[in-house]
């Protein structure tokens, strides 16, 4: 896209009551819309000059149809004039700081120099202390003047009506406004007292037909035939003498129906309604908030060319691959462009009747032809360089996936397209981390680029293998996980060793077509296996989670056994600020094939047995809680005898509990102890928690021996019912049950009592988590605002839009958090696609 | 200067990269507050203090600070406490019982001679500091003051009186509630307070100044000035994340830290700080008080130039932004 006209800027100014009439394509005149037989009346509210709405009609001023007319606005002629609302304060301000015998500025000449000298003066600040009893330049005295939100002034218990405040406002001189921060060439004072009222198109406000064929009016139309007819109520009775009261009451009137239909939602007015009762939605609201005008349709827009379906697993198709459904591919397209090496493929794409073929071709002169039966053979004829055909995707296509909340930019990746059978959409369980997603009814979207240009930025920055590094922390942010952690640890363990076939099989899978001589006396240690995967130039050590040692010597892993420390992170770092990005991609595609093949093979799965303590632990387990037991009534004793040591600036019941809480989390521990020690690395679940690949020992123990302490507010529970949390405990119980704490296992299943307590603090945690969503949802929205203008210029410092620097060397070093891993002595990481050599 | 391998790409949106950074985490810190024994309860921690930081509050909700005390003091931990002890701010109510008699109109302050002694607190010196709010006539004891505002005094300035006098600072340094000692790593003893007072600490003769630390941004601003506020930010910040084991490139909160203090002065993230400052038009609007912006720019003419991320959004054009800020011309 060749861009050759841009908008630098945007003014904002006031319209002039003749700036009004001069954009006004009518005068509006009757208060109504439609004629009987629903037609629009002339001089109505939806007047065909304004624009039309109805297919078949024809604007009066541009003679364009619905689509084509873009709307024109039109004016109602107020009999009185009346004050914008929006603008009282401005107006109250202007009355505040001028004469109204002179219309001057109330500060002197000399005052006016001096602040027009200064760069950054507080000119409201300054007019409201400076501001003289007497006029410095017609020595008149000052009354006050007052302001009744949102519309109504005063002078000196007076009230001004619009028409005064207009005539005042209008002989303010020129320059003194510009000394109070006015520019009068683009917004004149007077100009906020509304004399013409400007119209929007009817496109703005489009009426909407019912099933039973009523129309419906917006609500802003209601709005407008509501001015209308008190306007003309008003001019009626001005006409006929009627008496001051009754004009006045009726200007009221019009103030009123002026000002809800700009803001419906002004402080101390009541807000204008529906039929229905419910509030009107104006102006003010149309453009407000989350679901406005800016919010919802200008700073968010609808995008065509994109999916949404339901996300599930396939660990087979590569991390930066994307499985389409056949139907999202045949509804998407892709434009190409006809070139002279293209042509042939284009031509079989608009020839072809069936999955890859065009939809649209666009002629050199734009004109856009869809592929039919019957212009098929038409458009194969035409069909030349210069010519843009739209194919539907196939594979190999680019496009972008998303999954919201978009909370950071790895939430949207570019992907290639496979199109696979199914209906869903399929992602390598390796990308989840980065967009959060499971696939428990997750849905994402995708959406297909359209240019050439975006379709090389999203490849170059977007591609998923170049987000492995998260550019929060530097670390791999795309990691195998769970089971792929559990695989590579079983394939590296010292026992693990295969015979050919099964090798040959593990190595297959992970693209891998040349067996290596056998290490074992005829057999293959996984070790070995995994060696295969690792560049021959890695060498590293490192300390598992285990405590072992974990050796890798020139691409050969000799001693320890993979975990997800090191899985996850150590290795594929090492590999991607060695050999670059795409380098790390293969060794995750690769390694993780092979480790889900060993997991699947050896078999990992938990049942109720994983979870069943042996009869001499459980007896142990009753021991421990028994002493907690005993030592926690010891306490309490100590307490009620006022013998319990007091904790500095402790209560002494503060006391009681902190010493409770950590008896309670003792015991715990304890629990855990035997629990560790009775399954024994054996045991899947402590396995799993061992080498990082799911649960924690915490998870094994609440299952296995007790779920120990609830907490609500992070103290023992406490509500419920007076000096006792439930009807089961005596008043003032300060034991262990009674206070929460469960000795059950979830395997046991909970006691009622404990069941209640555990709820307790289950729900605070439910409660904490949907406040906490929404807070830091809102943090981050402010954060981006303020940051995001944000950007690093060539010299490396950070400034923001206006040009103001905000660091000189971005970080104080420049260095891209995302690179901050690579040794700053190395040299570039090789990004070139260089496929590795076979072993 | 980094090496090429490292540098940051020219165009990277780091402003949005550090937001993201440091948003996207806020999903996953906790709520709990942290409990300093003696000193200050339900500290905030996690999401409320990073959300506290970045309001750039007033004041945080439990100031506290770490008072550092010279070496050849710092090993006994008898003289920290008696040092810890001399920092606390005693007041008035916590020396006297004061009543106000509204039927007389008069105040009568009852000093504690027993508690005043062992503070060593002279009455001449309470009388002193209570005269320099309102005059004091003795009253039928030694140890009872009596003030008699004027007749005229309204009953709702007597209570307002009292209450000063309630609060009043008598001994130690203002604002600091509570001490208690904490035991170094290398044995030695520093002091932990609860309320914040910087300069007054800093000035105290056994303390190492430049170790002190606060949790109060604001007052590290105006006693030590931004380029400090802007460091301990950075801290802050890193801080928090940290304790909740979230890791976050230093990097991201150095640079939310300069845009919070480029201006001199420490600026919130929000409507009332840098985004309220913005210098479009169309991107204020888009953020917050959307009416409220349109109606000012068109009184006094603004002109949005477009030069930020929301405004070229808005009129759908590219965004002065990464690939987006490079501009070519090609002779075709």
Redesign the interface.
Known sequence: MI?QK?????????FSPEMVRKLSSAKITVPDTYNDDSYPIDGGLVDPRMGVIDPGLKCKTCGGKLRSCPGHFAHIELVRPVVHP??GK?IYFILKSTCHACKRVLISEKQITELAAMIDADIEGEIKHKRANKCPHCGEKVPEVKYLKPTTFSLDKAQLLPTDVRDWLAAIPNSDLKVI???P???RPEW?VISALLVPPVSVRPSITLDTGDRSEDDLTHKLVDIMRINQRLDANINAGAPQLIIEDLWELVQYHVTTYF?NETANIPPARHRSGRPLKTL?QR???KE?R??YN??G?RVNFSARTVVSPDPMISIDEVGVPPEVAADLTVPIKVNSWNLEKCKQYVSSTEYPKAEYTIRPDGKRIRVTDQARQEILDSLGVGFTIERQLIDGDIVLFNRQPS???ISIMCHTVKVLPGRTLRINPVVCPPYNADFDGDEMNMHVIQSEEARV?AEY?MKVHNQIIS?????PIIKPQEDYVSGAFFLTNDETEYDRAHACQLLAIAGIYQLPAPDRGGKWSGKLLFSLLLPKDLSMTMKSRLGEQIIIKDGVLLSGSIESKSYENEILEKIIHMHGNDAGRRFIDASTKMALEVVTQTGLSVSLANYSLSPEATKKIEEIQDLMRREIDAAVIQYKNKTLER????TLRESLEEKIMGITSKTRDDGGKVVEKNFGLRNTSIIMAKIGARGSLLNAIQMAAMVGQQAVR?KRVTRGYRKRTLPHFRPSDLGAAARGFVASSFRSGLLPTEYFHHAMGGRESLV?TA???A???Y??R?????????????D?S?R???G????F?????????M??G?K??????DTERKEETDV | ???????????????????????????Q?????F?Y???AEQVPTG?PR??EL?DARKEPKKPLMDVYIKEELSKSEPKVREIAHGLESTLLSSLATIEEDFAQKLIRIAIDEKTISEEQISLDDIKKKIQKLASVSEGEEKNVFVIKPTKTTSLRNIRRLTNKLRSLHIKGIERIS?T?IIRNADGTYRIRTGGSNLAAIMKHPSVISEKTYTNDIQEIERVLGVEAARQSLTNELKQVLDMQNL??????C???A??MT?DGKIKS??RH???GE?????AR???EE??KH??N???????????????N??????V????G?VKLKMKM
């Open positions: 861009v841009m908008i630098d800027r945007v003014k904002f100014t006031l929006e603008f401005v921060g006015f520019d060439q683009y917004a906020l803001n003010s453009l407000k908030g406005g800016f919010r200008l700073s827009k909370l950071h930019r930025e920055l550019p929060r922390h530097g670390h904790l500095p600036g402790r992070s904490n406040i906490r969503t807070r830091s949802g943090m981050q402010r954060l981006i605002n303020a940051l995001q203008d944000m950007v690093v210029m060539k490396l950070v923001d839009s206006r103001v620097v905000v660091q060397l971005f970080g104080g070093d420049a260095v891209d958090p690179k901050a690579i700053s002595t190395a040299a570039a990481p | 200067m980094a090496s090429k391998a490292r540098s940051v790409d020219p165009g990277e949106a780091v402003g949005i990269i550090a937001a993201q950074s440091i948003g996207e985490p806020g999903t810190m906790t709520m709990r507050t409990h024994a003696g000193v999401l990073l959300i970045v509570r208690m890791n976050v490139d230093i990097r991201h150095m640079l939310l300069d845009a480029m993230i929000g700080g840098l985004s913005k210098a479009g038009v169309l609007a888009a953020f959307t009416i349109l109606i720019a068109a009184v006094h003419a603004e002109e949005d130039r477009l030069i930020g991320v929301t405004e959004i808005i009129i759908g054009q590219t002065p932004v990464g690939t800020l």
